[in-house]
T-cell receptor, first 113, second 112 residues
Framework: EAQVTQNPRYLITVTGKKLTVTCSQN?????MSWYRQDPGLGLRQIYY???????DKGDVPEGYKVSRKEKRNFPLILESPSPNQTSLYFC????????????FGDGTRLSIL | AQKVTQAQTEISVVEKEDVTLDCVYE???????LFWYKQPPSGELVFLIR??????QNEISGRYSWNFQKSTSSFNFTITASQVVDSAVYFC?????????FGAGTTVTVRA
């Protein structure tokens, strides 16, 4: 089954404790991206990756890091999480860039206390 | 930079009514793509439609239809004869070759 898998689905943690949200896709997609969803703001793009070892900032990259060492994986790293990063996070992938429909994971709800 | 505005925060209708969701976009790109996604109460994001900037043809898919007008920078979405299962948050989005921008979303509630 074609899918984008995020882990964990839920996480409550404390300020400053490094965490990683994993994202994996099994569709051999070139393009992957991370979004955060906040009430009244819709989804905002954090980082995206055009292919292996090619990443770039989205609209809200502050406080986040990503890496793309393998085509299927695109982890999101919060080195020193803060309460304003409490949000619902989605990973997505598409066959390539250039306006392809995104396949989204089921989301990860992060609470930073 | 791209910007998408969904002015309607919430819409509530009775079943079988039609509902139109507005979407206005801003972009400097000559080639761009427009999307609608649905987020039902279960939380997943479901792709509904994509249009590129060179294709202004309107589209109908069952009870769903989309009206793309470059002259007004709008990409509106109509649900005809709404059903309770249409209750969801609907997002309009715009992208260039690599960045995707979403509107704030419109929550549609269809009452039986």
């Amino acid at each position: 089954e074609a899918q984008v898998t995020q882990n964990p689905r839920y996480l409550i943690t404390v300020t400053g404790k490094k965490l990683t949200v994993t994202c994996s896709q099994n569709m051999n997609h070139e393009y992957m991206s991370w979004y955060r969803q906040d009430p009244g703001l819709g989804l905002r793009q954090i980082y995206y990756s055009m292919n292996v070892e090619v990443t770039d900032k989205g609209d809200v990259p502050e406080g986040y890091k990503v890496s793309r060492k393998e085509k299927r994986n695109f982890p999101l790293i919060l080195e020193s999480p803060s309460p304003n990063q409490t949000s619902l996070y989605f990973c997505a992938s598409s066959l390539r860039a250039g306006g392809q429909p995104q396949h989204f994971g089921d989301g990860t709800r992060l609470s930073i206390l | 930079a791209q910007k998408v505005t969904q002015a309607q925060t919430e819409i509530s209708v009775v079943e079988k009514e039609d509902v139109t969701l507005d979407c206005v976009y801003e972009t400097r790109d000559t080639t761009y793509y427009l999307f609608w996604y649905k987020q039902p109460p279960s939380g997943e994001l479901v792709f509904l439609i994509r249009r590129n900037s060179f294709d202004e043809q309107n589209e109908i898919s069952g009870r769903y239809s989309w009206n793309f007008q470059k002259s007004t920078s709008s990409f509106n979405f109509t649900i005809t004869a709404s059903q309770v299962v249409d209750s969801a948050v609907y997002f309009c989005a715009s992208s260039n070759d690599y960045k995707l921008s979403f509107g704030a979303g419109t929550t549609v509630t269809v009452r039986a």
